[in-house]
């Protein structure tokens, strides 16, 4: 039985005591690091200095998601540096089959992220290359907006097409126990939540709570 996973973005965290933030979230499945270069997006965050040092320090594995251009320069590196997986924009790339496996040989799993208005069809040839697909469920750059509806059709879409495929179908935007519920019945199994996290009084509990109705919608195991 499949189950669902939490990886609580530190977008919305404190940036001056980012190691602070990373032992409140004991109860994620992973660490979501927003690195944005104010050029892809008009937000400017942190890079592969910090990287490296989070991996370092975080007992949870790193998702890096790249808001970046050139990526297909760019990427590699953060495997490198220790990231878990590490997404690239499907806007950004050049070359987005052969820079998933260049990931994948840096020793990270490989994901695409796709803007909210960017067509699921831009993926699906480079499917094969890919260990997770993020659907943005709001437009990139900036943590606290609110979600999405029009995504939950491309995420219904996406689930379809990846049939057995075994690629897992994240979401970012927007989530939070008001409709964490909805995207998990769509068929995502791995949710990001900035704001819904780290704005909540206890950051752990928040995580095992979105967790806990996520895995109710979806009708699998609740993994905590
Ligand atoms: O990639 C992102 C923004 O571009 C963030 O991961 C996302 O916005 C998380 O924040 P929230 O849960 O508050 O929407
Ligand atoms: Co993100």
């Not at 660490?31 to 949870?60: C, I, K, W, Y």
């Not at 990270?108 to 997770?132: C, F, G, I, N, S």
């Not at 949710?191 to 009708?219: N, T, Y």
Request: charged share 20%.
């Amino acid at each position: 039985m499949s189950h669902v996973t939490i990886h609580p973005s530190i977008l919305s965290a404190d940036f001056a005591a980012l190691g602070q933030a990373l032992e409140s979230i004991g109860t994620a499945d992973a660490v979501h690091v927003d690195v944005m270069d104010q050029h892809f997006v008009p937000n400017l965050t942190l890079g592969l200095p910090v990287v490296s040092r989070l991996a370092e320090v975080s007992s949870l594995p790193l998702d890096v998601h790249l808001m970046i251009e050139d990526p297909d320069r760019w990427a590699p590196q953060y495997a490198e540096a220790g990231a878990a997986s590490v997404t690239f924009h499907a806007e950004a790339a050049g070359a987005p089959i052969r820079l998933a496996r260049e990931i994948r040989a840096a020793g990270a799993k490989a994901a695409m992220a796709l803007k909210p208005t960017t067509p699921l069809d831009v993926a699906l040839p480079v499917l094969d290359e890919l260990d997770m697909l993020l659907i943005m469920s709001v437009e990139p750059g900036f943590g606290g907006q609110p979600f999405l509806e029009s995504s939950l059709p491309k995420i219904r879409a996406a689930v379809e097409a990846i049939g057995s495929r075994g690629i897992v179908v994240q979401v970012d935007g927007g989530v939070s126990p008001e409709t964490v519920e909805r995207i998990a019945e769509a068929g995502a199994s791995c949710f990001v939540a900035g704001s819904a996290v780290f704005g909540a009084k206890d950051p752990s509990a928040a995580v095992e709570k979105i967790r806990g109705l996520a895995a109710r919608a979806a009708g699998c195991a609740d993994r905590a």
